[in-house]
């Protein structure tokens, strides 16, 4: 999957989206660092290939960016 979902859904008036991942990826983890920044890791591709990357994304920000 490649897209991203809130859980739970924001309550109306109060707009949240966050951008969908650059590729597909399943079995990920997703972490929440100091409250502002969320963490995709790990996971596999489409062809069952294990990744070894993570991504982050901050509210504000229009994409994820790799995470060294």
């Known amino acids: 999957m490649s897209s991203a979902e809130l859980f739970p859904r924001p309550l109306p008036g109060h707009p ?4 969908d ?3 597909r990826r399943s079995d990920h983890t997703l972490s929440l660092i100091s ?5 995709v890791c ?3 591709d489409e062809s069952l290939s294990i990744l070894d990357s993570c991504l982050s994304w901050v509210d504000g920000n229009a994409s994820w960016t790799p995470l060294y």
């Open 21 to 23: 991942l650059p590729d």
């Open 16 to 19: 949240c989206s966050i951008p």
């Open 42 to 44: 790990g996971g596999f």
């Open 35 to 39: 409250g502002e920044r969320l963490v």
